[in-house]
């Protein structure tokens, strides 16, 4: 039911945001040139959609990015975007100004002019449009969450923000009277171009949550749902798992989300535990059986790419040991699986299963790195023609192409697309592939201490003989109330468990704060820069249990020698 006492929120209308946007549209023109770039850095709120729209009406590329933060790599990160796109405007709030001028004044950002938008935009009646309407335009630089590395900006075109928004309706079944609404920045893709502009372009509206109040109180999210009658949401799968984990039977007595159509899980690995578990609990409160829509995209399509709503979760049992040899194969019974889920169909793009070494197309069933063609790719990354080719131009061995190679793994089964893991992260042991996200799922299912945090697993190692061999190292986030004796039990305990359902060794095992492990702005592990702050030894553990070998390997040869 709405909630009649539901009170603190702000609202616009279509014609009060059209009105809004023209006159900050108007305030950019006097400031700046058709194509330049504008930074927006903007707390949750109205705000950032006005600015959004401000841009496009002034034939700016917008550039989203979170407000700088407390961290100092958070900070330098959200610098070297603006320097790449060189921005010449940074538009923010009241509340944000103080903290973006401090931020520009630290990080020798002289040139960028910041601004709080409101009250002081121009008259909206003054605007006229500055350059003729053109769908192969730039509307905006979404820059990726990349874990090493200058972060880079993904060039979106306005015909590939329309693709996909009429994409995302048509996959979900969405409707013109349905609203939709979800905690998710509109700095991060999915929450600007999942959820926001398929409300105000083609449904009736949107309705944005701070995701602070999302983390610390997960039901509130359920709650802004069925209050504000929200019809469409999406989360990283993170997000229904908390759910799952903190919302309280009596929380959930009072919730009605029956009127949900579709919630997406996308962003990072979907999880069949997930999926079914999410499902089975909220079923008491009207949550639809075929309701939660897992989902296949990332930023170089602009968004989604592969999806399918209206059925339950579709769960498969993979036979494990022909996973780790690249093919995807039902488990039979008594052999050991892993549970995917698969992510439907294309949305638009033509989706390929390639062999990443060869170019190979492969048939189904078989795991190779997923590639993209046709409606939603994006035009490659801003002033970065060699990544641009690298990535976006990739021939297969019999000619066809150009095609984006995405950097995951998957295969076809039984019609669905399945994503295994990322390329780069695949840990390659005694002729085995092994995602590290299925050792880190499982030491958080068999040890309590970890229930709720994040873990990075990665090897290290030489294969020249002067070190040891190739071996998993393992960090995870730790209350550290456990204490010293416990802690060290347990670092024993995972290594037995990687042991024991992997087969392999773990040479370390690091137990850090919560927060010690870096994510992307989606809430992907970073686990290159986990790996990178291991070896160079710039982690601050709670516990470490090494290998002494591994130890004085480490002792004796520079970080960058590892491989």
């Known amino acids: 039911m709405r909630d009649p006492q539901a009170r603190d929120h ?17 305030w950019l023109a006097g400031r700046t040139e058709p194509g330049d770039r504008v930074l927006l850095l903007y707390s949750p709120g109205v705000e950032f959609t006005v600015a959004f729209f401000g841009c496009l009406y002034a034939g700016l590329i917008a550039v989203p990015g979170p407000l700088p933060g407390r961290y100092r790599h958070e900070r330098r990160r959200l610098a070297r975007i603006a320097r790449d796109a060189r921005a010449t405007v940074v538009l923010t709030d009241r509340r944000g100004l103080p903290e973006v001028e401090k931020w520009a004044a630290d990080e020798g950002l002289t040139h960028l002019l910041p601004h709080a938008t409101g009250q002081t935009d121009g008259a909206p009646g003054a605007w006229r449009p500055r350059v003729p309407a053109d769908p192969d335009a730039l509307a905006l630089l979404q820059y990726t969450s990349g874990s090493t590395g200058s972060p880079k900006g993904v ?62 109180r997960p039901h509130q999210w359920l709650s802004m749902m069925d209050t504000y009658d929200v019809n469409g949401t999406a989360a ?22 029956s009127r949900v159509q579709a919630a997406v899980d996308g962003s990072e690995p979907v999880r069949a535990d997930t999926v079914t578990g999410f499902a089975a609990r909220f079923a008491a409160a009207g949550f639809p059986s075929d309701a939660l829509v897992p989902m296949y995209g990332l930023a170089e399509s602009t ?16 036979d494990t040991a022909a996973l780790e040899g690249n093919v995807l194969r039902r488990a039979a019974p008594g052999v050991p699986a892993r549970h995917l889920v698969g992510c439907g169909t294309s949305i638009g793009p033509q989706v390929r299963v390639v062999d990443p070494d060869t170019g190979e197309v492969l048939p189904d069933g078989s795991v190779g790195e997923i590639w993209l063609r046709g409606p939603s790719v994006t035009a490659g990354y801003w002033g970065n023609p060699e990544a641009t080719s690298a990535v976006f131009g990739a021939v297969t061995s ?6 984006l190679r995405t950097g995951d793994l998957g295969g076809v089964l039984d019609g669905d697309l399945f994503v295994t893991g990322r390329r780069k992260d695949v840990l390659v042991l005694h002729g085995r592939n092994i995602h590290p996200q ?22 290290v190692g030489w294969d020249d003989g002067t070190g040891p061999r190739e071996s998993v190292v393992v960090l995870h986030e730790i209350r550290g109330h456990w204490g010293t004796e416990r802690m060290t039990g347990l670092a024993a305990a995972m290594k037995l468990t990687v042991a024991r359902e992997f087969g392999v060794p773990v040479a370390a095992v690091v137990l850090l704060r919560p927060g010690g492990i870096r994510r992307t702005t989606s809430g992907k592990v970073e686990r290159s820069a986990m ?8 982690l601050d553990p709670l516990l470490l249990s090494e290998d002494p070998h591994l130890t ?10 590892a491989r």
């Open 10 to 26: 702000e609202s616009l209308s279509l014609a009060e945001l059209d009105a809004r946007a023209r006159g900050t549209a108007v």
């Open 531 to 538: 790996r990178a702050l291991y070896l160079e030894r710039a």
């Open 303 to 318: 968004l989604l790419a592969a999806g399918m709503g209206g059925r339950p979760p579709f769960v498969v049992g993979v």
């Open 398 to 403: 019999d000619g066809q192409g150009p095609f």
């Open 552 to 561: 004085a390997a480490l002792a004796e040869r520079a970080p960058e020698e």
């Open 438 to 459: 299925d050792i880190e799922a499982e030491l958080r299912a068999q040890h309590e201490e970890l229930g709720g945090l994040h873990g990075a697993a990665f090897t």
């Open 155 to 216: 060039m979106v075109r306005h015909r590939d923000l329309l693709t996909n928004v009429d994409a995302v309706v048509r996959s979900l079944g969405l409707r013109p009277g349905h609203r939709l609404g979800g905690w998710i920045p509109l700095y991060h893709d999915m929450g600007l171009i999942g959820l926001m502009l398929p409300g105000v372009l083609r449904c009736a509206g949107y309705v944005q949550m701070d995701p602070m109040t999302f983390l610390r």
């Open 236 to 257: 990283p799968d993170f997000g229904y798992d908390l759910c799952l984990r903190r919302v309280t039977d009596e929380q959930l007595a009072g919730l009605d989300l």
